[in-house]
């Protein structure tokens, strides 16, 4: 007795496919798997304050606006009258002020966690008293969902660090702007600098630490 296979109903056939089209599409959204080959390369400044532009040079031609100053008077001088003193050169202009340069506050080197990461991170106060975190020399794997975090989680080689940066305190200094580079992220006004102890390259999505850094602090923050 022969057996009779049937194909299964259409609509069967179509909901599976959209099934797993649809799962293919979140899976694809959710890792971003291309991202792993893909670098973003982002280089911004040292940012600082720009110099104090220099006053007019006194010795420059005169303005066209004021008057010249009158001849002096054709008639002789008495003998007895002494000789008109030579004008005293005009003084010298001052140089323009040096622009006020970034304090460093404190300093740290990026370890690697999932992902290979190194580079320095800095914090740096300006001159209006704005606080920026800099990244310098980065290099880590892009991904998806990434943030610059400030935290206080001690920094821990190996697994056991990966997903310490969450447990505790933390501020997020903005998205990562590039997998590499040297970028700049300001920091809220009235940030208490001495709740943080770390900076982590920190993947929200998968809740896992890229690579982090142990701050060590050079100034009074």
């Known amino acids: ?17 959209v099934a797993g089209a649809a ?9 971003q ?3 792993l080959w893909v670098d973003e390369t982002v280089n911004e400044e040292l940012p600082g ?4 532009p220099a006053p007019q040079d006194g010795g420059g031609e005169q303005p066209a606006g004021d008057a010249a100053s009158p001849p002096p ?20 202009s ?18 690697t966690h999932e992902h ?29 969902d990434l943030h610059v975090w400030l935290t206080d989680a001690p920094v821990i080689e190996g697994r056991d660090g990966w997903g310490v940066f969450d447990d505790g305190q933390y501020l997020s200094a903005g998205k990562l702007k590039g997998n590499k580079g040297d970028q ?18 920190w993947c929200d999505r998968f809740n896992v630490s890229f690579g982090a850094a142990e701050l060590a602090w050079t100034a009074e923050a």
């Open 49 to 52: 304050v720009a110099a104090t």
């Open 116 to 144: 290979d990461t190194a580079g320095t991170v800095r914090l740096l106060r300006l001159a209006d008293d704005s606080v920026v975190l800099r990244l310098e020399g980065l290099d880590t794997s892009n991904g998806p």
């Open 94 to 111: 001052p140089s323009p002020s040096e622009p006020a340069g970034p304090v460093e506050l404190a300093t740290g080197e990026f370890i």
């Open 33 to 35: 798997p291309w991202k």
């Open 1 to 17: 007795m022969n057996r009779v296979w049937r194909l299964p109903a259409r609509p069967v056939v179509i909901a599976v496919l």
């Open 73 to 92: 008077s054709s008639s002789p001088s008495s003998p007895s009258s002494s000789s008109p003193s030579s004008p005293s050169p005009p003084s010298p």
């Open 23 to 31: 799962a293919v599409g979140f899976g694809m959204y959710w890792f």
């Open 184 to 201: 700049n992220y300001p920091l809220p006004q009235g940030t208490d600098l001495d709740a943080y102890t770390s900076v982590s390259i």
